[in-house]
């Protein structure tokens, strides 16, 4: 049915909110049978940028310049002759290269991020899977689990975590930060207030959040939310 024109997504000099009938597909160089919707990129001010690719079967993508972090949300990849299915992932270090692959179809999130490099030259490529991370209480609360995708090594400039809030679990504050987060929502729903703004968002919509946007997320429904998270980490704040 025609919307007459409304959506969800909304775009601000901060943040934007980016809801699935807004999203444009376009291929980027290096793909074969596989296209991109670009959620975060350096056109909005993000300083990396964040996609998800869609492979038809038999369908590849490059890991360019950049350190690659890719997670899966469907079907399966093959990283480097290793298949991943939903929830595992691989980190690629900077100007490394890798065989992405995938033989059957499938759907991954993409992180592309400039190294800003501290000591990193010894980073190796490493593969992982979510659901045998042990989670952590955020703040002590049992209702909100953060698990950490990329080891805690200063190594690396950027961290992936998942956060899950039962039903009813909220953010504890309003968090205002020097970092940037971009977000794909997983499963389940809530509030997100950005900046003034109070959003409802659900599994599959995307959030690019600038430095200092005002945040917070309360969790609804009778699931579960979980969304997938990147943030500039580890590294001083002149260093860019
Ligand atoms: O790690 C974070 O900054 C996280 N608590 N932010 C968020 O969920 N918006
Ligand atoms: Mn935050």
């Known amino acids: 049915m025609h919307n007459l024109g409304h959506t969800r997504s909304s775009s601000q000099r901060d943040h934007f909110l980016l809801t699935p009938d807004t ?88 992180i592309e991020k400039p190294l800003l490099d501290l000591n990193s030259s010894t980073l190796e490529p490493f593969t992982g899977d979510e659901r045998t991370l042990a989670p952590r209480p955020l703040g002590g609360d049992e209702a909100l689990e953060v698990r950490t995708l990329i080891p805690p090594d200063f190594a690396f400039d950027f961290a992936v975590n998942t956060m899950t809030f039962l039903p009813g679990a909220t953010l504890p504050m309003v968090e205002i930060h020097v970092m940037e987060h971009g977000l794909l929502m997983v499963e389940g729903g809530g509030i997100y207030r950005l900046n003034d703004h109070w959003y409802p968002v659900t599994a599959g919509d995307f959030i690019w959040m600038g430095p200092y946007c005002p945040q917070w997320f309360g969790a609804l429904g009778k699931k579960p939310a979980k969304y997938l998270l990147y943030k500039d980490w580890n590294r001083h704040p002149l260093h860019r």
């Open 23 to 110: 999203f444009v597909r376009a291929p980027l160089p290096g793909m074969t049978n596989a296209t991109a919707i670009v959620h975060a990129a350096p056109a909005h001010g993000a300083a990396f940028t964040e996609y998800t690719v869609e492979f038809e079967p038999g369908g590849t993508m490059q890991a360019g310049a950049a350190q690659t972090f890719l997670y899966v949300l469907d079907g399966s990849v093959n990283v480097n002759g290793q298949t991943l299915s939903p929830a595992q992932y691989a980190y690629i270090p900077a100007n490394r290269g890798a065989r992405i692959l995938s033989e059957s179809g499938g759907r991954a999130v993409v």
